[in-house]
């Protein structure tokens, strides 16, 4: 089991531009983000494989941009042109297949960190 460590969350305007990143305990496979707004299901934001493979929901397309440092076992994502709708919890999590699948339960979770975006 890896332990992941989400960090960079906060508060800010629409429009605006943060950074999160999480380090995993140890290698990971596929690693990617979930996030989780009030009185909603977590759904997937976006993913990357070991190799550098990614993959975007639709709504964060050209907005989003997540990489990894295998060596460092640290994943990031750069949101920028943040909306109000992006306002969540935001969840690292990592998976053992070697490819994103988002319809499944990935393993290992972060504790999440809040994105707050006001208009």
């Known amino acids: 089991q890896v332990q992941l460590v989400e960090s960079g969350g906060g508060l800010v305007q629409a429009g605006a531009s943060l950074r999160l990143s999480c380090a995993a305990s140890?290698?990971?496979?596929?690693m990617g983000w979930f996030r989780q707004a009030p009185g909603k299901e977590r759904e997937f934001v976006g993913a990357?494989?070991?190799?550098?493979?990614?993959h975007y929901a639709d709504s964060v397309k050209g907005r989003f941009t997540i990489s990894r440092d295998n060596a460092k076992n640290t994943l990031y994502m750069q949101m920028n042109s943040l909306k109000p709708e992006d306002t969540a919890v935001y969840y690292c999590?990592?998976?053992?297949?070697?490819?994103?699948?988002?319809?499944?339960?990935?393993?290992?979770w972060g504790q999440g960190t809040q994105v707050t975006v006001s208009s």
């Open positions: 990357i494989t070991w190799s550098g493979s990614t």
């Open positions: 999590a990592a998976d053992s297949m070697p490819v994103v699948i988002t319809n499944r339960v990935w393993p290992d």
């Open positions: 140890g290698r990971t496979f596929t």
